[in-house]
T-cell receptor
């Protein structure tokens, strides 16, 4: 299995531009998570989906952030317009939730720099 | 106060030493995860546990639900164990809350 795939691996953009991060979860997994990691705040959950349905988006910073999961094999996290404070590493993870016992598999992350 | 506290924040050790990293939490949880983040940035899940003890190679994780405390032990540490170790607790949903991590450096 290829694991969780994220693209792009690095993104540099100017303030005000739209940024789209992409994630392909492990085939067969039914939960998908978007995390953000910064030096100041560490790892934070932004949003997670179960069976393609958003379950908890309380971590999404503001309306500039949106996430979609149109099918079981693809998700996007969009920032529009981007700001320098959005600079961080964004991780996608997936899991196969079986009752309450599960393990999350992380993608390699997308390093976003907004200038 | 953070809901998940790790100690120490930084740890250095000589190769071969026994290492312990601690995690305390203040909320009710369904499971606790230990993650390893390599210097290159990748995150790997080491353990997920809800009771007792788990062992994988030189790594051992324990949890005491009553005391809301978990430990990660590394026996016979090696320079390749150098990484950031992150404790995360799962609430009664899939949502994880993360500790700030422990940066471990093992010197030859």
């Amino acid at each position: 299995d290829a694991g969780v795939i994220q693209s792009p691996r690095h993104e540099v953009t100017e303030m005000g531009q739209e940024v789209t991060l992409r994630c392909k979860p492990i085939s067969g997994h039914n939960s998908l998570f978007w995390y953000r990691q910064t030096m100041m705040r560490g790892l934070e959950l932004l949003i997670y989906f179960n069976n393609n349905v958003p379950i908890d988006d309380s971590g999404m910073p503001e309306d500039r952030f949106s996430a979609k999961m149109p099918n079981a094999s693809f998700s996007t996290l969009k920032i529009q317009p981007s700001e320098p404070r959005d600079s961080a590493v964004y991780f996608c993870a997936s899991s196969l939730a079986v009752g309450q016992v599960y393990e999350q598999y992380f993608g390699p992350g997308t390093r976003l720099t907004v200038t | 106060k953070n809901e998940v506290e790790q100690s120490p924040q930084n740890l250095t050790a000589q190769e071969g030493e026994f290492i312990t990293i601690n995690c305390s939490y203040s909320v009710g949880i369904s499971a606790l995860h230990w993650l390893q983040q390599h210097p290159g940035g990748g995150i790997v899940s080491l353990f997920m546990l809800s009771s007792g003890k788990k062992k994988h190679g030189r790594l051992i994780a324990t949890i005491n639900i009553q005391e809301k405390h978990s430990s990660l032990h590394i026996t016979a540490s090696h320079p390749r164990d150098s990484a950031v170790y992150i404790c995360a607790v799962a609430l009664n949903t899939d949502k994880l809350i993360f500790g700030t991590g422990t940066r471990l450096q093992v010197f030859p």
